[in-house]
């Protein structure tokens, strides 16, 4: 059972219960809580000049603890906040930062912090009028609302869903099968095709003049015929309109597509990831370089 924070009726009675001499094993039996639980909230609520435990103190106490994030006693270390600026200065994103830290600083438990506190960190600074937001992939100064990933209403015809998809795919227990998408440039400009191989995170990409269906698909099977046909198994795409040509896709590679449910970028979270890497070497300007994609030579395995 997931344990909930004492309430206020509970300090109530917990005050008039020690002001009468009540011992703590007692004090818990009367309000359904275990006697560690009363100890614990008397040592942490109780007046900072030392008198007794009282409700109308304790409780006000207590909630502007709650209101006092965890993120910001983290920047209490001034080492950490060092090292998070420096790398996030250095383009390393929140990811990496967090992952790094047990590595370089195995020893030493203060210099321990979540992917999501760096973001937090990275925003209070930008509200601060700092530029460490400009090294992000995206270069967002605050927590962007989630946009409604893809509107189902592209193209009608009924599409091959995600959950028709083979289970052994969710497992990446097996190669050829691949997540795909695009990277877009300025409206009206090109694009980038990408499509990665869910086990080994292999990437195939090209740059496309447009996001038309057809361009989308001749591209793609271009990419997806430089692999051989036991590797092209499944493709999962979007709900852009770019995918209306699947079935044609699937003629000309052999390779059975499904399409992710509206609003669920995470059922493409390879492919997603992958996306967020490009664009920090490929921001959303009128055009891509034309030496830009270069095909990784490491070799499939057999």
């Not at 002001?19 to 703590?24: D, I, S, V």
């Not at 195995?106 to 400009?134: C, F, K, N």
Request: aromatic residues 10%.
């Amino acid at each position: 059972m997931s344990y909930q924070q004492v309430s206020e009726q509970e300090r109530y009675v917990i005050a008039h219960m020690r002001m009468a001499g009540f011992k703590l094993r007692e004090i818990g039996e009367r309000i359904g809580r275990d006697h560690t639980t009363v100890s614990r909230e008397l040592r942490r609520n109780a007046p900072d000049y030392g008198g007794p435990y009282w409700y109308d103190n304790a409780h006000p106490q207590a909630m502007a603890r709650r209101r006092k994030t965890r993120q910001y006693r983290r920047q209490s270390c001034s080492k950490l906040v060092r090292y998070v600026e420096q790398e996030v200065g250095l383009g390393w994103s929140p990811e990496q930062v967090a992952g790094r830290l047990p590595v370089e600083f195995p020893d030493d438990t203060r210099m321990r912090i979540s992917t999501e506190t760096v973001y937090a960190w990275v925003y209070l600074d930008a509200q601060e009028g700092g530029t460490l937001h400009r090294h992000l992939r995206r270069h967002h100064r605050r927590r962007r609302r989630q946009v409604r990933y893809g509107m189902g209403r592209r193209f009608q015809e009924q599409r091959p869903r995600i959950t028709e998809r083979p289970v052994v795919v969710e497992e990446r227990s097996r190669w050829g099968d691949w997540e795909g998408d695009t990277v877009s440039g300025r409206m009206g400009t090109t694009s980038l095709v990408t499509h990665v191989e869910r086990r080994s995170r292999y990437l195939l990409a090209a740059k496309i003049p447009d996001k038309k269906a057809a361009t989308f698909t001749t591209c793609s099977s271009e990419l997806l015929g430089t692999v051989p046909p036991t590797l092209r198994r499944t493709l999962t795409l979007d709900n852009g309109s770019e995918g209306a040509g699947y079935r044609d896709l699937e003629h000309r590679t052999g390779v059975a597509v499904y399409f992710a449910q509206p609003y669920s970028a995470w059922q493409r979270g390879t492919n997603e990831n992958t996306n967020g890497l490009l664009r920090q070497y490929f921001p959303r300007e009128p055009t891509f370089g034309a030496s830009a994609i270069e095909r990784s030579p490491r070799p499939w395995p057999d």
